[in-house]
C-alpha cells in the first residue's frame, strides 16, 4: 500500500529548529510533485512549501527565508528544514503527493510541530 510517513515533529523554543522527513513505500517520487502542509487549530490547511519532481521550489510568505525544502528521489524522502520557528508556526504539518497527470493526491497522517515562547 502507498503510504506517505512524516517524521521529526516536536516541541521547541521560539527560535529553534526542527527538520521534518517523509519516505513512501512502494513509490517512485520522481515524476511527482510533492508538498508539505500544515493546520493550526480552528484553521484551515494551508500550504507552506512545494517541491517539484525538478526541484524547483515555492513556499508561503509566511515561512519564506526560514524554511528549506528538499528531496531524494533515490531514497524516496522529501525533507522541511525548519529555522527560526516561531509560536505561529505551531500545527500539524502533513506531507502531500500533488496530484498531477499519473500522480494521484495523497497526504500523510501529519506530525505537530508545538513552539513555545
Known amino acids: 500500500q502507498v503510504q506517505l510517513v512524516e517524521s521529526g515533529g516536536g516541541s521547541v523554543q521560539a527560535g529553534g529548529s526542527l527538520k521534518l522527513s517523509c519516505s513512501a513505500s512502494?513509490?517512485?517520487?520522481?515524476?511527482?510533485?510533492m508538498g508539505w502542509y500544515r493546520q493550526a487549530p480552528g484553521k484551515e490547511r494551508e500550504m507552506v512549501s512545494i517541491?517539484?519532481?525538478?526541484?524547483?521550489?515555492k513556499y508561503a510568505n509566511s515561512v519564506k527565508g526560514r524554511f528549506t525544502v528538499s528531496r531524494d528521489n533515490a531514497k524516496y524522502t522529501i525533507n522541511l528544514q525548519m529555522n527560526n520557528l516561531q509560536t505561529d508556526d505551531t500545527a500539524v504539518y502533513y506531507c502531500?503527493?500533488?496530484?498531477?497527470?499519473?500522480?494521484?493526491?495523497?497526504w500523510g497522517q501529519g506530525t505537530q510541530v508545538t513552539v513555545s515562547s
Open positions: 517541491i517539484g519532481s525538478d526541484g524547483t521550489t
Open positions: 502531500a503527493r500533488l496530484p498531477s497527470g499519473v500522480c494521484s493526491l495523497l
Open positions: 512502494f513509490y517512485i517520487f520522481s515524476n511527482c510533485e
